[in-house]
């Protein structure tokens, strides 16, 4: 079992800047997917930003050059970046781990989130 640990989240101005951090705790953590979650109130969950073992990056449409992913697999943590926030930006944050075994089993493993406000 992986404990996936969030921290970062707060309330902050429109415009303004957070960074997120997630701390995994298995020693093998360079082998993971991992990704940024986000569930708006009355919304389903929807993937913000996702990072490779391989770093390779993917983002939403809504959040393009606006925030960044990125991982420190020496610190077992991933990171989300986050510029030029905007009201609807408001949401609980959830990291996500993710690893393929053999026979087509795929370890899934979530963080307890973290609440991020966008408002003046």
């Known amino acids: 079992q992986v404990q996936l640990v969030e921290s970062g989240g707060g309330l902050v101005q429109p415009g303004g800047s957070l960074r997120l951090s997630c701390v995994a705790s298995?020693?093998?953590?360079?082998?993971?997917?991992m990704g940024w979650y986000r569930q708006a109130p009355g919304k389903e969950r929807e993937l913000v930003a996702g990072?490779?073992?391989?770093?390779?990056?993917n983002y939403a449409d809504s959040v393009k050059g606006r925030f960044t992913i990125s991982r420190d697999n020496a610190k077992n943590t991933v990171y989300l970046q986050m510029n030029s926030l905007k009201p609807e930006d408001t949401a609980v944050y959830y990291c996500?781990?993710?690893?393929?075994?053999?026979?087509?089993?795929?370890?899934?493993?979530w963080g307890q989130g973290t609440q991020v406000t966008v408002s003046s």
């Open positions: 990072i490779t073992s391989a770093s390779s990056t």
């Open positions: 996500n781990g993710r690893r393929e075994i053999p026979f087509g089993t795929t370890l899934d493993y």
């Open positions: 298995t020693s093998i953590f360079s082998r993971y997917t």
